[in-house]
């Protein structure tokens, strides 16, 4: 065996132990920023120019971790993983430079064999098989469906990292091969995707906003997201019934920023929509639909989504230990 496959099944161990420690419970997401602070290492994020994460020393010997502030949510994520890997596996005290491919997790990103030990670290620690097959298998999705760009873009959405990095953590998880996961890599436009999931309603406001295509799969989990990100929920009306699918008055700032409805030819016949929503306030929020006949308010069936968008973190402590204080206080 050589030395660099050691390293990599040593840090994928390594990581498979982290991940083992603290349960998803209702998330999608591994929770890496509370894994790291229980782990015992201080995490702090900083506006850092030119860098995109650094293992340091702290008071009396101790270790903890600088993340940037200037990348998004999802590579923040995969940064303060990385770095986790540095101090997990014993590597001296690193400074990760910001590059333009640094946040694509590519099995050559860099020749350096800590480098890749930390990559392969933070991949089996945020996507590892199993967690991808919860997921896959909580969609219905199969495994030709997972080398498809847009459903490789909502599994990275639910993982919580890159749309690259979830196309080589595909490739490590034995789902699809180097080939697939480099072109889809290369060679998909994710601007495409997200405005193909809400035509013709344009992403003007906000470009880098993620578009979440939720279904009632998705009803019951923690979904992470940002506080500009758009919900597309297809629906099937009963109009003959009487029975309409609506927003819930439970559902405290959502609004439906666009509607697309397509009515079947056959009289009394399904009338099929595709309701665009948003709640641009940040927090933890219930997105729920209720079918229901407005005259009368029966309801014939409920939808419920728990949504975090609180999106990337700022400056300072993570977000939660901030409240955690202000609690405390």
Same mark, same amino acid.
């Given at each position: ?35 790291? =602070? $229980? &782990? ?8 850092? *120019?030119?860098? !995109?994460? #650094?293992?340091?020393?702290?008071? +009396? ?120 996961? =480099? $072109? &889809? ?8 995707? *997200?405005?193909? !999931?809400? #035509?013709?309603?344009?992403?003007? +406001? ?124």
């Amino acid at each position: 065996m050589t030395r660099f496959r050691e390293r990599t099944l040593h840090a994928a161990a390594e990581a498979a132990s982290i991940f083992d420690r603290f349960p998803l419970e209702n998330r999608t997401s591994f929770d890496i920023i509370r894994a790291v =602070k $229980d &782990l015992g290492f201080p995490v702090m994020f900083r506006p850092m *120019k030119g860098l !995109l994460g #650094a293992t340091v020393t702290v008071e +009396e010997g101790a270790q903890g971790i600088l993340v940037t502030t200037k990348r998004g949510l999802p590579i923040q994520r995969f940064t303060l993983a990385h770095e986790l890997g540095h101090l997990v596996l014993g590597h001296e005290m690193r400074f990760d430079f910001l590059t333009e491919d640094a946040d694509e997790a590519t099995p050559d990103a860099s020749d350096n064999p800590e480098e890749k030990a930390a990559e392969a670290f933070a991949s089996e620690l945020l996507a590892p098989r199993k967690l991808i097959s919860r997921i896959a298998l909580g969609r219905t999705w199969r495994k030709p469906d997972l080398n498809r760009p847009a459903t490789v873009y909502q599994l990275a959405l639910r993982l919580g990292i890159s749309f690259k990095a979830t196309c080589w953590a595909l490739a490590r998880g034995g789902f699809i091969d180097d080939k697939s996961a =480099k $072109d &889809l890599a290369e060679d998909t436009k994710v601007n495409e995707i *997200k405005t193909n !999931l809400i #035509a013709p309603h344009g992403l003007s +406001e906000n470009p880098w906003a993620d578009i979440w295509a939720v279904t009632p799969e998705d009803a019951g989990s923690l979904l992470e997201c940002g506080p500009d990100d758009l919900f597309v929920v297809a629906v099937q009306d009963e109009p003959s019934a009487g029975f309409l699918w609506e927003l819930d008055e439970s559902a405290q700032g959502f609004e439906v920023v666009f509607e697309k409805t397509d009515i079947s030819e056959s009289y009394g016949g399904e009338c099929s929509r595709v309701l665009v929503m948003k709640n641009n306030a940040p927090g933890h929020h219930r997105l729920t639909l209720k079918n229901r006949r407005p005259w009368s308010g029966e309801v014939l069936s409920t939808t419920d989504y728990s949504i975090a968008n609180f999106g990337k973190e700022t400056d300072g402590l993570p977000r939660f230990v901030k409240l955690e204080l202000l609690g405390a206080g």
